[in-house]
């Protein structure tokens, strides 16, 4: 089994699915199921340096601030950081990919990487795709638009992409896989297929020879991220019967200063300070890397009503006002940082689960907010979070979990 990831927008570092990986094999071990081998396609590194317009920008302030002193450069330019940081590398990778050449580069790097990732795993056969936000694009572009089939231009990567993929397009000496599964996340492809074009239709045509009914797609919306949509009823995805579509959402607030606005009702507000997080949250995300392996297992959740510890996990999981940690290694460190070690204090509560599979403990700080976490029997830490203004709701549900559970 192959996992091969695709970036999207502001990614530099070629670690950046690092957290995801890690999460994705912990719900394999949780599940009993065989590590697959994973894989990102890094063409951040072909995308324009928009550093250099920036300072070009930061000269033409100086200058009008040098020319009018009584001139307020904050005021005259407004909103400089977000202009500067995620706007500008959004809107800088999206053109850079519609630029032809570049574009065409970019495509070439995903067409080599995937051709070596089955290639140094030749006893594999099966491929599930993990796309984010502008990757996501990527992706549909070079499955389905019809841009790259004219015999005009010289031959394109993204049909070199399709050939590998069997029952896309049947082209001899090379080695097909079976597209068992796409997940995309932070996924913008609705807005951007007025462009490209791609119906229905034209799915239904690429993949009428696709053996393998039906392809099972996952589109992840986080709550906050602006720039993630709905994919199902747009596209009309049930007309290409050969596929099986569903949205997920994941609702929780990215950041504390995002839920401090929200609460006042400061909405506005809360979108810009969650814009840049909310969009990159889906990487570091425990619920995105079930919605994941559901979708690759093609499994519809992951359930076991026999296990009270994922029952309380999901449970707290809908708890309102909760606001989950993406990395519950590093919740573990600041719970024992925070609390001494992770035991019984005055304030704090320990409760351990009935059929022994974990415990869950709440730590209360000195600012009135409430950490839970859920540990399984070996210590493992598998759920964090905290809740600042429902108290008395996670009140509530422990009370309801002491009795039920303990």
């Given amino acids: 089994m192959l996992v091969f990831f695709i970036h999207g927008v502001a990614t530099r570092d070629v670690r950046c699915a690092d957290t995801l990986k890690a999460l994705i094999k912990d719900e394999f071990v949780k599940r009993g199921k065989p590590l697959p081998h994973f894989h990102l396609s890094f063409w951040g590194n072909i995308v324009k340096d928009i550093s250099k317009i920036w300072n070009q920008i930061h000269q033409d302030l100086q200058i009008a601030q040098q020319e009018s002193p009584e001139v307020n450069v904050d005021d005259i330019f407004r909103y400089k950081s977000f202009r500067e940081g995620f706007f500008s590398d959004f809107v800088g990778d999206v053109l850079t990919y519609l630029n032809p050449e570049r574009g065409e580069a970019i495509r070439k790097v995903i067409a080599q990487d995937l051709q070596d990732f089955i290639t140094k795993h030749l006893e594999e056969t099966e491929l599930h795709i993990v796309a984010h936000s502008l990757g996501s694009v990527i992706l549909w572009d070079i499955l389905f638009s019809e841009r790259f089939n004219s015999k005009l231009t010289p031959r394109d990567p993204a049909l070199d992409i399709r050939a590998m993929i069997e029952g896309f397009r049947k082209t001899e000496n090379i080695k097909e896989i079976k597209l068992q599964s796409i997940t995309t996340m932070g996924s913008p492809i609705l807005f951007f297929?007025?462009?490209?074009?791609?119906?229905?239709?034209?799915?239904?045509?690429?993949?009428?020879?696709?053996?393998?009914?039906?392809?099972?797609?996952?589109?992840?919306?986080?709550?906050?991220?602006?720039?993630?949509?709905?994919?199902?009823?747009?596209?009309?995805?049930?007309?290409?019967?050969?596929?099986?579509?569903?949205?997920?959402?994941?609702?929780?607030?990215?950041?504390?200063?995002?839920k401090a606005a929200r609460t006042v009702g400061q909405f506005d507000v809360a979108m810009a300070l969650a814009v840049n997080d909310a969009h990159s949250w889906y990487w570091s995300c425990h619920k995105t890397a079930s919605l994941i392996v559901n979708n690759v297992l093609g499994t519809e959740g992951f359930r076991l009503s026999d296990n009270i510890l994922q029952q309380v996990i999901i449970r707290l999981e809908k708890l309102p006002g909760i606001t989950l940690e993406r990395d519950n290694s590093l919740y573990l460190q600041f719970l024992e940082k925070v609390s001494g070690i992770t035991g019984e204090r005055d304030n704090n509560i320990h409760l351990q689960f009935r059929d022994n599979s974990g415990t869950l403990r709440l730590f209360v700080n000195h600012l009135n907010v409430h950490h839970v976490s859920i540990f399984d029997n070996q210590g493992n830490c598998l759920f964090g979070g905290y809740v600042s203004w429902h108290t008395e709701g996670l009140k509530q549900e422990i009370d309801f979990i002491a009795k039920s559970f303990c």
């Fill in 193 to 258: 297929n007025t462009m490209l074009g791609v119906t229905s239709e034209q799915i239904k045509e690429v993949t009428k020879n696709y053996p393998y009914n039906p392809l099972r797609w996952t589109n992840i919306v986080q709550s906050s991220d602006i720039i993630a949509y709905p994919l199902k009823s747009s596209i009309n995805f049930d007309v290409a019967t050969n596929f099986s579509l569903k949205d997920e959402y994941i609702c929780t607030d990215v950041n504390l200063a995002e």
